[in-house]
């Protein structure tokens, strides 16, 4: 399940989220933030950021699997099962 959408997600929130990864590359952040908050596609992201669109793939992924531990701990908290 996607908990992330290109184009749909704050630059607040995919920067809580790199918080709890060791992504660290400006270029590939940079790529991060232009698909999943500027809408842009992952090869233009890459091409625009210089650097590899299946790296941004990974890294969104990752983020993504970051971001639903993170709803189920929010679910966790607020109905307490």
């Given at each position: ?40 596609e992952m090869s233009k992201a890459g091409f625009i950021n ?32």
């Amino acid at each position: 399940m996607r908990y992330l959408s290109r184009g749909q997600e704050s630059k607040r929130k995919i920067l809580l989220l790199l918080e709890f990864t060791k992504i660290t590359s400006e270029p590939l952040i940079a790529g991060i933030m232009d698909h999943l908050v500027r809408n842009h596609e992952m090869s233009k992201a890459g091409f625009i950021n210089d650097c590899d669109p299946s790296s941004i793939s990974v890294a969104v992924k990752t983020l993504n699997n970051r971001a639903r531990i993170n709803e189920a701990l929010f679910d966790e908290k607020i109905n307490g099962s």
